[in-house]
């Protein structure tokens, strides 16, 4: 069942997402250990507070994702490729959200904007693909 090309490409998109949130947590600790910041403070150097609230963010941001992606590669057959592209794009507003922040955060909302709306994409899609597999199950 999972061994079609667009489910690899949802595995690698996968793949992404959690080396993204291991960078996440990595980016958080050496800042922490940089600025001197003992566990279990979560506050200190500004530059630290920004890479707990990116890493926290995309942890957030990763619950809803990870379900969505998988639903909608298993169920939605239209475009079947379109999950996994949509989980590029949700790695893409990721990194770009995780630049923007640590540099400013005023200016994360493009790269919130962009993974967020690849999750309500894929939770549209992932719904759409459970309604017509049920229609189809029971058609008879």
């Not at 279990?40 to 150097?45: I, K």
Request: glycine share 6%; net charge positive; hydrophobic share 55%.
């Amino acid at each position: 069942m999972f061994a079609t090309s667009e489910n690899v490409l949802s595995a690698f998109s996968t793949l992404l997402a959690v080396l993204i949130v291991i960078y996440t947590f990595a980016q958080a600790g050496r800042l922490r250990h940089k600025h001197g910041i003992e566990a279990p403070a979560t506050t200190g150097h500004p530059q630290f507070e920004r890479a707990l609230r990116v890493q926290m963010n995309t942890v957030e941001q990763f619950v809803i994702f990870f379900p969505v992606l998988w639903l909608a590669s298993i169920y939605f057959h239209y475009f079947a490729w379109l999950p996994a592209i949509l989980g590029v794009i949700w790695c893409v507003g990721r990194i770009l959200y995780s630049i923007a922040y640590i540099a400013d955060p005023k200016r994360r909302g493009i790269g919130f904007n962009i993974s967020f709306a690849a999750s309500m994409v894929l939770l549209v899609l992932a719904a759409l693909g459970i309604v017509n597999t049920w229609i189809a199950v029971n058609a008879s």
